[in-house]
């Protein structure tokens, strides 16, 4: 699988994010949506997950976060639970609202996704609830 995917179809975007954390159901896997402005398109990005206890958590290189969102719009961090359903957890909830960016949890119990919007969201909303509507 490449570490990255463009595409206007937000289908496409959705099954790479299930391959990627399908495809690594030993630890959690992490990942960025957003819209590349000059090709109008969705991209999503593999990210390397850095935690020390990646089974139960994930933690994303902080210059790769940045070189992402200088890149794209950033819409989202997406990450996978491989214990649970797709509940977000209090770290992700503290996370997500620290970074103003919504989480996108997808667990492999219920093959199913979660998207916490934090209280003040930075990202595009309308391009957002494109993403929202699809993942339900």
């Known amino acids: 699988m490449d570490n990255q995917i463009k ?4 289908n496409k975007i959705k099954d790479f994010i299930i391959t990627h954390c399908i495809n690594h ?3 959690e896997v992490c990942g960025l949506v957003g819209w590349d402005e000059a090709e109008s398109k969705y991209v999503a990005s ?5 935690a020390q206890d990646p089974k139960n958590f994930f933690v994303l290189n902080p210059a790769a976060f940045l070189k992402f969102k200088n890149s794209y719009s950033l819409l989202g961090v997406y990450h996978s639970h491989i214990i649970g359903d797709e509940s977000p957890s209090e770290f992700d909830i503290k996370m997500s609202e ?3 960016i919504p989480f996108i949890v997808y667990s492999l119990n219920t093959k199913k996704f979660h998207i916490y919007e934090p209280h003040h969201n930075d990202s595009d909303v309308k391009l957002f609830a494109r993403i929202k509507e699809k993942l339900k």
């Open 7 to 10: 595409h206007r179809s937000l």
């Open 25 to 27: 159901m030993a630890n």
């Open 46 to 50: 593999i990210e390397k997950n850095e």
């Open 98 to 100: 620290a970074c103003c």
